[in-house]
T-cell receptor, first 113, second 110 residues
Framework: SQTIHQWPATLVQPVGSPLSLECTVEGTSNPNLYWYRQAAGRGLQLLFYSVGIGQISSEVPQNLSASRPQDRQFILSSKKLLLSDSGFYLC????????????FGSGTQLSVL | GENVEQHPSTLSVQEGDSAVIKCTYSDSASNYFPWYKQELGKRPQLIIDIRSNVGEKKDQRIAVTLNKTAKHFSLHITETQPEDSAVYFCAAGSQGNLIFGKGTKLSVKP
């Protein structure tokens, strides 16, 4: 069966520090991968999605970036964090090829202080 | 692009009553409409979904209806239980790109 792993679960970082969140999917190949952000008490905002290795689409301009170095690996990065980057970050995947069911990772609670 | 509006933002019901959450969407090209349940501090979990070629779908106590002409869809929970308390999100989209509503916090009072 397919599983999605996301880490770390919680992260406290100072303003201006770098960020790297990692997500991997097991049990499937060529998934579509997504990064969402959820601010406290708010909805889910799509940040990036990828339909294949090296293919990244950005939905919102910001100081974050995403990379997909391997088929089932998706990384969210920042060179310098801002206070406004605080939130709950969720990696997600769909099987693609017409199957649109979206499954979320367990999330990373990021606090920028 | 797609825009999804969700109402109400909060909903309180007595145990055993029904709960209805409504969403509207703007893009007529959207053809996939899932609903997610998120408990505090946890990941959203897919609870039911519907495609644009279907008007209604039911799974035990939950059901979803879709009106393509009016561009709105609804989640219905019958015989609510305290464990149904959570935040519920609707979404609309196509080809894997989903736009989410802002969520409804449902509280079921015993």
């Amino acid at each position: 069966s397919q599983t999605i792993h996301q880490w770390p679960a919680t992260l406290v970082q100072p303003v201006g520090s770098p960020l790297s969140l990692e997500c991997t999917v097991e049990g499937t190949s060529n998934p579509n991968l997504y990064w969402y952000r959820q601010a406290a008490g708010r909805g889910l905002q799509l940040l990036f999605y990828s339909v294949g290795i090296g293919q990244i689409s950005s939905e919102v301009p910001q100081n974050l970036s995403a990379s997909r170095p391997q088929d089932r690996q998706f990384i969210l990065s920042s060179k310098k964090l801002l206070l406004s980057d605080s939130g709950f970050y969720l990696c997600a995947w769909t099987p693609g090829s017409g199957n649109e069911k979206l499954f979320f990772g367990s999330g990373t609670q990021l606090s920028v202080l | 692009g797609e825009n999804v509006e969700q109402h109400p933002s909060t909903l309180s019901v007595q145990e055993g009553d029904s709960a209805v959450i409504k969403c509207t969407y703007s893009d007529s090209a959207s053809n996939y409409f899932p609903w997610y349940k998120q408990e505090l501090g946890k990941r959203p979990q897919l609870i039911i979904d519907i495609r644009s070629n279907v008007g209604e779908k039911k799974d035990q106590r939950i059901a979803v209806t879709l009106n393509k002409t009016a561009k709105h869809f609804s989640l219905h929970i019958t015989e609510t239980q305290p464990e149904d308390s959570a935040v519920y999100f609707c979404a609309a989209g196509s080809q894997g790109n989903l736009i989410f509503g802002k969520g409804t916090k449902l509280s079921v009072k015993p």
